[in-house]
C-alpha cells in the first residue's frame, strides 16, 4: 500500500471519529439543555453552537452548564 494512501485514510478515519464527536457532543448539549428548561433548550436548538460546548464541557468536566445557568437566573 501506498505510504501516502495510507496516511489519506487514517486522516479520513480520523474527521471521521471529529466528526461522530461533535455531532453526540451536540446530542448532549441539547439534552441537557431541555433538561434544565424547554424555552433554553429551543434557543440553544435554533443557534447550534452553544451545544457541542455544552455537550463537551460536561464530558469534560462534569459541569451541566444550562443547569447552572437556571439555578442562577431563579436565585
Same mark, same amino acid.
Do not use: S, T
Given at each position: 500500500?501506498?505510504? *501516502?494512501? #495510507?496516511?489519506?485514510?487514517?486522516? %479520513?478515519?480520523?474527521?471521521?471519529?471529529?466528526? =461522530?464527536? $461533535? %455531532?453526540?457532543?451536540?446530542?448532549? #448539549?441539547? *439534552?441537557? &439543555?431541555? /433538561?434544565?428548561? =424547554? *424555552?433554553?433548550? %429551543? =434557543?440553544?436548538?435554533?443557534?447550534?453552537?452553544?451545544? =457541542?460546548?455544552? #455537550? $463537551?464541557?460536561?464530558?469534560?468536566?462534569?459541569?451541566? %452548564?444550562?443547569? &447552572?445557568?437556571?439555578? &442562577?437566573? /431563579?436565585?
Amino acid at each position: 500500500m501506498d505510504p *501516502i494512501l #495510507g496516511a489519506g485514510a487514517l486522516i %479520513i478515519l480520523l474527521y471521521a471519529a471529529i466528526f =461522530v464527536a $461533535v %455531532i453526540a457532543a451536540w446530542f448532549q #448539549g441539547l *439534552i441537557l &439543555a431541555f /433538561r434544565a428548561n =424547554v *424555552i433554553l433548550g %429551543i =434557543v440553544c436548538f435554533l443557534l447550534h453552537a452553544p451545544l =457541542v460546548l455544552i #455537550g $463537551v464541557v460536561y464530558w469534560m468536566f462534569g459541569f451541566d %452548564i444550562p443547569k &447552572a445557568l437556571m439555578e &442562577a437566573l /431563579r436565585n
